[in-house]
């Protein structure tokens, strides 16, 4: 965790000698590294199967690893590779419209020396520690979300937090969560998002817990920043898209 903290500070430091905006850089990091989840789960692939050190189970920023595909199929010197750890799902609520299956994404890697059916890859950054048996799929750079976009909240067709990375329960100002809404709802990165809780089974007044920005969409959710909060924003708090005009959209 230190060593993971020292590399974030050198990473702002170096942002501000090249004149980088620091929000900018720590939004990037927090895209890359996000949490999905994903319709299926992940199907087995290119996967870390060692290290330079007999034993050695962990990895972090700088560390070679060894992945378990070669130039036999189609790894070549310079590519990148996101790697990701896919979880359990046990600790995030299933619904009707949401079927977890959790992706935590532990950082990337540059591919150095290929083999025919191996090759060896440098840990360029690290969102969490990697572990052997974390799988990798291709790099993509992710796009930054526009500015926020203006409108009212929808309360008439709510969704709902869905998960947060690690399968933790509650999230906090600065926290990545995903809500059951996306594409398929009308979703666009920039929305702002309500969120809220019902009190005395529906029948109090509303409590507005908080906002968030959507990063990214998918067609059936989307990852959002939380940006104030009156409290802990808890798996299962409601949400209203903020439009222009409201769409008609199924219940959550």
């Not at 090759?119 to 950054?125: D, E, F, P, Y």
């Not at 933790?168 to 979703?187: A, K, P, W």
């Amino acid at each position: 965790m230190i060593h993971l903290l020292a590399v974030s500070a050198f990473t702002l430091i170096g942002a501000r000698q090249q004149n980088v905006p620091t929000r900018t850089v720590i939004l990037h990091e927090q895209l890359a590294c996000a949490p999905a989840s994903l319709p299926t789960p992940p199907l087995a692939g290119i996967r870390i199967v060692g290290g330079y050190e007999p034993g050695r189970m962990m990895f972090g920023p700088g560390d070679p690893i060894v992945i378990d595909a070669g130039s036999s199929q189609g790894v070549m010197p310079g590519q990148m590779f996101f790697v990701r750890r896919a979880l359990r799902g046990r600790y995030t609520p299933a619904a009707a419209d949401f079927q977890p299956n959790p992706v935590h994404t532990t950082g990337w890697v540059t591919v150095q020396t290929v083999a025919e059916h191996t090759a060896i890859a440098r840990v360029t950054h690290a969102c969490d520690g990697m572990l052997l048996g974390d799988y990798l799929e291709p790099y993509v750079d992710p796009a930054e979300p526009p500015n926020a976009l203006q409108g009212a909240p929808d309360f008439e067709h709510p969704g709902r937090v869905v998960m947060a990375d690690e399968e933790r329960q509650m999230g906090s100002e600065g926290s990545l969560m995903l809500i059951n809404r996306g594409t398929d709802h009308e979703v666009r990165a920039g929305q702002t998002v309500t969120i809220y809780r019902q009190t005395l089974g529906g029948v109090g007044p509303m409590f507005i817990v908080g906002s968030a920005t959507v990063l990214s969409v998918r067609p059936q959710t989307s990852l959002v920043r939380i940006e104030n909060t009156h409290d802990a924003v808890y798996l299962g708090d409601l949400v209203a898209i903020n439009r222009m005009t409201p769409t008609p959209q199924s219940g959550g």
